[in-house]
């Protein structure tokens, strides 16, 4: 799963990359637009957490999000997003868009958030209707009515009015017959406000939240300023220090949480003396896809899944006992696990 971290040059994005994957990446937008930082997140989770207190595995591997930085875009050239960084953000499964919401020294202009949330929602529009005007270009001179047209004009139409796509309902189904255009404005996207440390602890303006909700984004505020700082510091020192702003734990954990749902994600969780581990798939997946997940023959050999409860397990702390307090249950191919499940499947192949 790649999430793409976006945004205009002095938004402070790359700093955010590093408070949230621990990593020294340069800063001050001086790599090149073909080069980019990559890094994988830990998704914090205090119920994987709690079960391997219980059951002492020789391994606990927690959920796993890879984050790409890519280069900051500069406002003031007015190209729009180069064709490289286009291509990153096309393949990504959803982007996040750092806006800066501090004042900086080394920047002419102030701190706009709405200005640059709405500049970057219309250069992905554009983007989009750039790709949607080119093809039905193509199409139109084939002289040919098909499905992919009529979807295409209506794209066309809603984007004209610099709509994103993600507020464009198709009748069902459509949509993944067109995932191969990568448009932008479709993805899930997620704005962070990133802010200075003195206002770390207040609310997302109400303008911008508004904004946010007509656009179909969701958003976060946050202070890179502050996230750096906890990264040098002890377990202790750090939770005083978030006492000391008025918060009760680091963004990071609230970001994660945030980028999960925003994309559908759940966990179900494996447990037993050699491994606690997280698997994470889309909300909705039926237990013999998520069986895959683990491994192909699991899936192709399916019989069916033994399915307990977090809370139990921690309790008890084995399938066995589980089962013997008739706390297990069988379920089969089709079911859909929930998140927090614990999830153990028997197969044959």
């Known amino acids: 799963m790649k999430v793409d971290i976006v945004g205009f040059r002095g938004a402070g994005k790359t700093s955010v990359f590093n408070a949230l994957t621990g990593l020294r ?21 205090k119920r994987l957490k709690a079960m391997a207190d219980k059951i002492q595995p020789k391994k606990l591997t927690y959920a796993e999000i ?27 499964e959803a982007l996040v868009h750092v806006v800066r919401g501090f004042e900086n020294p080394a920047l002419s202009e102030d701190a706009e958030p709405m200005r640059d949330m709405r500049a970057f929602e219309s250069e992905m529009v554009l983007a989009d209707l750039i790709v949607a005007e080119n093809r039905l270009g193509r199409l139109k001179k084939e002289g040919k ?35 191969g255009f990568g448009f932008l404005s479709r993805k899930p996207c997620m704005v962070l406000l990133n802010v200075a440390e003195d206002r770390a602890a207040e609310p997302v303006p109400e303008e911008i939240s508004a904004y946010a909700e007509t656009r179909g984004l969701r ?14 510091l002890d377990e202790e ?3 005083e220090y978030l006492r000391s702003l008025g918060l009760e734990e680091p963004a990071k954990d609230r970001f994660i949480r945030d980028v ?59 399938d066995a006992k589980c089962r013997e307090a008739g706390k297990m249950r069988l379920e089969g191919k ?15 192949v």
Not at 150 to 169: N, T, V, W
Not at 334 to 348: A, Q
């Open 237 to 239: 020192e750090g939770l």
């Open 145 to 179: 009515k098909s499905k992919e047209r009529e979807y295409l004009e209506k794209i066309q139409a809603h984007l004209e009015e610099d709509l994103p796509l993600r507020l464009l309902e198709l009748e069902e189904g459509a949509w993944p017959g067109l995932a």
């Open 260 to 318: 999960y749902a925003m994309l559908d994600l759940i966990s179900f969780f494996t447990a037993g003396p050699d491994e606690v581990r997280a698997w994470t798939i889309r909300n909705g997946t039926v237990a013999r896809k998520a069986a895959g997940k683990i491994h192909s023959d699991i899936e192709r050999g399916f019989i069916r899944a033994e399915v307990m409860q977090w809370p139990d397990m921690v309790e008890l702390g084995s």
């Open 334 to 348: 089709e079911y859909l696990p929930k998140d927090g499940e614990v999830i153990h499947f028997r197969f044959n």
């Open 219 to 232: 958003v976060l505020a946050v202070s890179g300023q502050v996230e750096m700082e906890l990264g040098d």
């Open 25 to 45: 990446a340069e800063v001050g937008g001086y790599h090149g637009e073909d080069t980019k930082n990559l890094g994988n997140i830990k998704v914090p989770d």
């Open 66 to 92: 890879v984050f790409s930085d890519l280069a900051a875009v500069n406002p003031a050239e007015g190209k729009g997003f180069v064709p490289v960084i286009l291509a990153e953000m096309r393949a990504a």
